[in-house]
């Protein structure tokens, strides 16, 4: 057991869980987001046909998360989630709500309405909610004892809801950027126009967060300023990454500003986590102090390495069978 | 009036689990039903088994999509209601509950596309076999929920240290004293619950003397296996009640109405538990036959319910009535099995239209039956969370208040009406529109490949007004 730190690999899985799903969910609760701003429902038509395949191979990485975070950090699952207890509740509701909705509004004409706005809703309910973890994660939590002592809604704070409608526009921006690079014609020139004016967003967003943290939590703004430069690494990349946005844009490449925008998102992320290690309850809790019992964590680390490169390959076989553009007018059903 | 967080976040996990457990308990048993489907299809060439596979595959495939959208609220509930339970229990659970969602995933990325959509486009004999991984699948997918579940009815292969279980060993954890009963009067209230609706959608068929000879064929099937089934299930009933009385023997009180630890024990057909009162305040049962059933012999001693403190007994009214109505159904079941068994000598069974109508209503009743016998053992189990060494109370999140709990409550009624009408609704019409013609299959077969999105396996419009197929 000495030979491994399987809090540290467990760290790493879990990690990856998360910008996975962040990146992949990403894009299709953007397009939920942009659903109602939509030139035509037409359009609307090509969004959804753009991810119905893959829509809910995204979704799994959020239950494997879950479930991983139970089996590896079983402090994380047992603080965050009763402090974030009305905002897990209302991101599982819009999942919900979204995820029917995208089945049964292919089989609807008559109640098609009624499941636009259901995808609509529980896409931006669930985005926001997801913001406002990260908002709260970066705030830290009420804890003592290894027990949450905080209030209900400790977690909305303006904060957390900047943060929320940041993730708002940064799925918003994935989605635009994926629709660019999945669509063409009309639905194309409009995700053209809507993506400088998202990026903006969030930039504006991102410029508020660094600015507003060291009043939140002054231990990420001594981080910052301590002596480790390398770290500022990751918002140079990102910002290049939002430079390259804009660059591709104005060209009307097809694929880079989904990459780039991807680019954005994993350094950001990475900003995010070197902010905080090796905390992962802040503000005292690290990774070995959340973690289960090695012998646990060994138990199940077996499984998790023999289902993870099948779920990749499978993912990437579906993203290989849908490649290329979506047409207007060409049913998924 | 004062929210009772504890009492509420019960009744919500109550909800919850219930509600989510009617999709697994028929998908384990169609699942096994449609791979031995795909089997006589492939032994037999003859294209009404194909058209039976098909058709059950489409209930399948919604049924199956309904159950992970009700499930992924179960994952997280743990964590929100739950938390100290969690924090506590999580060196076992956590790694068990995790290999289920390994489990369901592997099964998911593997095997549930081809067979969802693999009809035509793989040899048929991988069609097969992915059939029978699938139905093996939701097994295993079982084998990990109930292994959890038995190990907080009979906890076994941890130790207690500072407030958190540690394993010893995991073999006598996850194969607890309990694991083996429940393990397999599940699958067999699985087998019981597929095979009920598919004999009454049969039914249901005939009546309508649509596709004739494949729902001949389903309805037959259905009832040899219900023959043996039903009073198997009875028998496996029975062992399960011998463990229960060994490892927990509240719960058997409860589950009797049996107050004082006595010999001589009736068999109580109706009575009135009085909690507070300690008694029944009216009961009528067949004397000595309770001592008969759990000691076989009528001077066999039952302990009663007053052998533990009144704040440690579980809720007797509810476990003592949940028990009867599950019994009950289980007799009702026996009795249907065996009037389809007499029909059958007689010639009679396919056109027997009282006989079919009652199987029609037959659909519910391994549903509630069911849901009866996991209040029986839920209930039963109070006031304690893992059985013995941890209570409801304990295992509570510290937070939570009764209008945290209250609000969520409503929220999640509230979403799961609409889904579940949705979902409900939604595989009527897939029933009403029955199996498809043969020229509408040609398109079918002809699309383009596709992941496993278990909803889109059905192809029926949702509501009326869809012009290109109604």
């Known amino acids: 057991m000495e030979m491994f730190d399987l809090s540290l690999i467990w760290a790493l899985i879990i990690g990856f869980g998360v910008i996975m ?17 939509a030139p035509d429902e037409e359009s609307r038509d090509v969004m959804m046909n753009s991810v119905a395949p893959v829509w809910d191979g995204n979704e799994t990485w959020l239950v494997l998360g879950g479930a991983g975070l139970l089996g590896a950090f079983p402090l994380v699952y047992s603080v965050f989630l009763p402090a974030l207890y009305i905002g897990v509740f209302l991101m599982l509701a819009g999942l919900i709500f979204r995820g029917v909705a995208f089945e049964f509004r292919f089989k609807s004409r008559k109640n098609r309405r009624w499941w636009n706005r259901a995808f609509c809703w529980g896409s931006a309910v669930a985005a926001f909610a997801q913001g406002a973890v990260v908002g709260a994660y970066i705030q830290g939590f009420a804890v003592e004892d290894f027990a949450y002592v905080g209030g209900a809604l400790d977690w909305l704070t303006p904060f957390t809801v900047m943060t929320g409608l940041g993730l708002m526009c940064g799925y918003a921006l994935l989605g635009a950027t994926w629709l660019i690079m999945k669509s063409e014609g009309h639905v194309q020139d409009w995700a053209y126009r809507i993506t400088p004016i998202l990026l903006a967003a969030v930039l504006a967003v991102f410029m508020a967060v660094s600015l507003w943290t060291p009043f939140v939590n002054p231990d990420v703004w001594a981080r910052w300023f301590s002596n480790i430069e390398m770290i500022w690494i990751f918002p140079a990349l990102a910002m290049a990454c939002a430079f390259l946005v804009y660059r ?10 989904f990459v780039a925008t991807l680019g954005i998102f994993i350094f950001t992320y990475l900003g995010l986590i070197v902010s905080k290690w090796p905390v992962i309850v802040p503000p005292n809790y690290t990774i070995w102090d959340a973690a289960s019992a090695p012998e646990s964590q060994l138990f199940l680390l077996i499984g998790v390495l023999f289902v993870i490169p099948i779920v990749l390959t499978y993912t990437a076989w579906t993203y290989w069978v849908f490649r290329g553009k979506v047409k207007v007018g060409e049913g998924y059903h | 009036m004062e929210l009772d967080p504890l009492l509420l976040s019960r009744l919500q996990f109550a909800f919850v689990v219930s509600f989510h457990a009617i999709f697994p308990v028929f998908t384990i048993g169609l699942a096994s039903y449609i791979a031995l489907l795909n089997g006589l299809f492939y032994k037999t060439q003859n294209p009404a088994w194909d058209r039976l596979a098909l058709f059950w595959t489409k209930i399948f495939a919604v049924v199956f999509g309904m159950g992970v959208v009700s499930g992924i609220v179960m994952s997280f509930q743990f964590g929100t209601n739950w938390s100290n339970f969690s924090q506590a229990s999580a060196n076992f659970l956590g790694p068990i509950l995790s290999y289920e969602v390994v489990t369901a995933f592997f099964l998911e990325a593997a095997f549930l596309g081809v067979l969802l959509f693999g009809r035509g486009k793989v040899p048929q004999g991988v069609h097969l076999f992915a059939a029978i991984m699938v139905a093996i699948g939701t097994f295993i997918s079982s084998f990990w929920i109930l292994s959890a579940n038995s190990w907080m009815q009979t906890p076994a292969g941890v130790e207690l240290i500072d407030n958190s279980f540690h394993v010893t060993s995991w073999m006598a954890a996850i194969f607890n004293p309990s694991f083996w009963v429940r393990f397999v009067h599940m699958g067999m209230a699985s087998f019981l619950t597929g095979g009920f609706v598919v004999a009454g959608v049969s039914a249901w068929f005939l009546l309508r003397n649509r596709d004739v000879e494949a729902n001949r064929k389903a309805l037959s099937m259905c009832l040899w ?64 036959l309770a001592s008969v059933i759990l000691k076989h012999s009528p001077s066999g001693v039952v302990p009663g319910l007053t052998e533990v403190a009144p704040e440690e007994q579980p809720p007797v009214a509810l476990v003592f009535w949940a028990f009867r109505i599950m019994v009950g159904l289980g007799f009702v079941m026996i009795g249907v099995a065996i009037v389809g068994a007499i029909l ?45 060494m941890m209570s409801h109370a304990e295992g509570l999140t510290p937070s939570l208040t009764g209008g945290m709990a209250l609000f969520t409550l409503i929220g999640y009624v509230a979403v799961y009406a609409v889904v579940f009408w949705a979902g ?28 496993s999105r278990p909803l889109s396996a059905a192809h029926t419009p949702f509501d009326d007004a869809d012009p290109a197929r109604s």
């Open chain 2, 424 to 451: 409900i609704y939604y595989i009527t019409k897939v029933v009403r529109n029955g199996m498809l013609p043969e020229d509408e299959r040609e398109e079918i077969e002809g699309e383009v490949e596709r992941p």
């Open chain 2, 344 to 388: 059958r000598k007689r010639g009679t069974l396919y056109t027997n239209t009282l006989f079919h109508k009652t199987l029609i209503g037959m659909i519910v009743t391994p549903f509630i039956a069911v849901l009866s016998g996991w209040v029986v053992t839920e209930a039963g189990r109070a006031p304690w969370l893992v059985y013995g």
């Open chain 2, 225 to 288: 296996l219900l023959l043996v089934l039903a009073p198997a299930q009875a028998v496996v009933g029975d062992f399960h009640g011998l463990n229960t009385l060994e490892h927990q023997p509240t719960k058997v009180a409860a589950m009797e109405g049996n107050w004082e630890t006595r010999s001589h024990v009736p068999l109580l057909l109706f009575a009135l538990p009085d909690q507070e009162a300690q008694t029944n305040r009216f009961e009528i049962g067949i004397p000595s």
């Open chain 1, 248 to 257: 591709s844009v104005q060209k009307r490449s097809d694929g880079l500003p």
């Open chain 1, 21 to 37: 799903y962040v990146i992949m969910d990403g894009f299709d609760l953007g397009l939920g987001i942009l659903y109602p701003f």
